[in-house]
Structures are given as C-alpha cells and as structure tokens.
C-alpha cells in the first residue's frame, strides 16, 4: 500500500526551527517528485516546496530561504527544514508524492498532515 | 503567477441534487487542471486530474470539464459522503496554486 506518515510537528517560537519528516512506503521516494502543502487553520491549501527525482527544489516565495527540502534515500523519507519561523507559518503540513506526467501533475497520495504551531 | 478563482465559495445543496462548482485561472492553463476533496481533519484525496479524467476509485458521479481558462466540478447526484470542501489546483507553472475552495453543505 502506497501511504505517508509526517511526523515533527509542534509548538515552537518565533524565530525557531523545526523540522519535519515524511516517511514513505509502498514506492520510493528518490524516484518521484514531493512537495510539501500547507493548510493555516480554517485557510485554503498552500503548495510551500517540491523536490525533484534529480534532486533540483523550488520553493514558495512565502517560504525562500527559510525553509529547506531534502530526503534521506536510505531512509525513503522526506524532510522539510524549518528555520525562522512565523507566526504565520502556523498551519498543518502535509506531505505529498507529486505525480508529474505529460497532462501535468498532481498530489497523489497525501499524508495525514503534522501541525505546526508558531507561538510565544 | 497564475491565481485560481473558484465559485461560489459556499454552496448548500441536498441530497440527490445536481452540483456545478466552477474554477477561473487568471489565464490560460490548458487541461492542467486537477481536484481535491476534503473532508474536516483529514487530508485533501484526488478526485479529477488534467481537468476531466476520473482517479481510480473515484465514483462516476463526479465529473470533470473545461479548458483554457474556466473548468467545471460536476456530482451529478449528491450523496452524504459528498458533503466536504473542494479545492481546484493548476500545474500549468511550476509554481503550483490552489483555489480558495468550495465548501458544500447539506441544505
């Protein structure tokens, strides 16, 4: 079966760092294009990074160098960096396996999200 | 960058009904074009992907159409599974936008 699992998630100040994982199971990470959305509470989604099969990453412009993709391929998991961060950072992140084909690409499957809490 | 704008932005229809929820790129995308749902405290699930074709699992009863610029979401017979928020997201650039979405309450 096909599935993510995110963990890291929590409350942390402003101008902390965090960071989250993805672990993937049922195909391999370093073979397919990740992204990272988020959802701010009660918000729309938010598409903050991907990472590609050859390795290149982009970013959200809400994100650029703050944040930081990457992945562990012995460990088939995903990771976002977090550094200072914002209030308004705060939202529930999920990771997803960016399908890319000729029509275009799309997220498929989704982890059950981690919730990112930025506070004093 | 390319904004996505979806109507309406809530929506309450019954059980059985017959539901068109629309999707506006700010300019052309093609047919790269795809929908989510989501239900409350649980992750977004493709429905439709280069604007009409139907995920594997997906039931027949949503559908998908358009191209260019407008796009349509269709369940042609609502049912109480179906109540949830949608959300159109474009992959024509590479930096990917997602509607504001559409939450569909039961009347």
């Known amino acids: 079966e096909v599935q993510l699992v995110e963990s890291g998630g929590g409350l942390v100040q402003p101008g902390g760092s965090l960071r989250l994982s993805c672990a993937a199971s049922g195909f391999t990470v370093s073979s397919n294009y990740m992204s990272w959305v988020r959802q701010a509470p009660g918000k729309g989604l938010e598409w903050v990074s991907v990472?590609?099969?050859?390795?290149?990453?982009y970013y959200a412009d809400s994100v650029k160098g703050r944040f930081t993709i990457s992945r562990d391929n012995s460990k088939n998991t995903l990771y976002l960096q977090m550094n200072s961060l914002r209030a308004e950072d705060t939202a529930v992140y999920y990771c997803a396996r960016d399908v890319r084909t000729a029509m275009g690409n799309w997220f498929d499957p989704w982890g059950q999200g981690t919730l990112v809490t930025v506070s004093s | 960058d390319i904004q996505m704008t979806q109507s309406p932005s809530s929506l309450s229809a019954s059980v059985g009904d017959r539901v068109t929820i629309t999707c506006r790129a700010s300019?052309?995308?093609?047919?790269?074009l795809n929908w989510y749902q989501q239900k409350p405290g649980k992750a977004p699930k493709l429905l439709i992907y280069?604007?009409?074709s139907l995920q594997s699992g997906v039931p027949s009863r949503f559908s998908g159409s358009g191209s260019g610029t407008d796009f349509t979401l269709t369940i042609s017979s609502l049912q109480p599974e179906d109540f949830a928020t949608y959300y159109c997201?474009?992959?024509?650039?590479?930096?990917?936008?997602f509607g504001q979405g559409t939450k569909l309450e039961i009347k």
């Open positions: 997201q474009q992959s024509y650039s590479t930096l990917v936008a």
């Open positions: 990472i590609y099969s050859g390795g290149s990453t």
């Open positions: 280069a604007a009409s």
């Open positions: 300019q052309s995308i093609s047919s790269y």
